[in-house]
């Protein structure tokens, strides 16, 4: 099982100020690349979230790019089923490499963290206008999701709640602490 103490261990708890993809201010940032770097811990978590979401019965998984690669693809061996992931080339994700969805395929979206549930919703949604139904979102860890942040039911392997503030409301920042962006959608 995943553990908070995997996160210490393969050292994928960071502390200090950074801005979170969401674009919210954390003084810890979860990277889960140093968790998924290790195979077996890689499998060991797509098999346990997998587990968690498989009697939603999906047919296939889907995950944005960066951080949903290689836990989407671990849980979709643990599933036996596809996987695909979105990119965004200009901004707005969408299916590329002659990947494609079906009406009426059965997708679970999976994620390296939820946080604000917006890259989830955004693929979620592009899932959707190809005539999906997603029946369940997954992740490593939920930072905080709000209840009915997504319109799917959630499962993940760890539950944070780890504070985020917008940037007018970080008190690192009024400390004047240097911000880091370790995340895929903001250059440092």
């Known amino acids: 099982m995943i553990t908070l103490q995997d996160f210490?261990?393969?050292?994928?708890?960071?502390?200090?100020?950074?801005?979170?993809?969401?674009?919210?201010?954390?003084?810890?940032?979860?990277?889960c690349a140093r968790l998924l770097m290790w195979p077996a811990r890689a499998e060991a978590a797509g098999r346990e979230l997998a587990e968690k979401l498989e009697e939603n019965g999906p047919a296939v998984v889907v995950s944005p790019a960066l951080g949903g690669l290689i836990i989407g693809h671990e849980t979709a061996r643990a599933l036996n089923v596809p996987f695909l992931f979105a990119e965004r080339p200009e901004g707005v994700f969408q299916l590329r490499r002659g990947f494609r969805l079906n009406?009426?395929?059965?997708?679970?979206?999976v994620e390296d963290v939820f946080t604000t549930g917006k890259?989830?919703?955004?693929?979620?949604?592009?899932?959707e206008s190809a005539g999906a139904d997603v029946v369940g979102a997954g992740s490593i860890v939920d930072r905080g999701l709000a209840a009915g942040a997504l319109p799917v039911p959630t499962r993940s392997l760890l539950s944070l709640s780890v504070p985020a503030w917008t940037e007018a409301n970080c008190p690192l920042c009024r400390e004047g602490r240097p911000i880091d962006s370790p995340g895929s959608r903001h250059k440092p």
Not at 11 to 31: C, I, M, N, P, V
């Open 119 to 127: 890259s989830t919703r955004e693929v979620i949604t592009l899932c």
């Open 8 to 31: 210490i261990d393969t050292e994928a708890l960071l502390t200090g100020h950074f801005r979170l993809s969401s674009g919210l201010h954390s003084d810890k940032y979860l990277q």
């Open 103 to 109: 009406p009426g395929d059965r997708v679970a979206v």
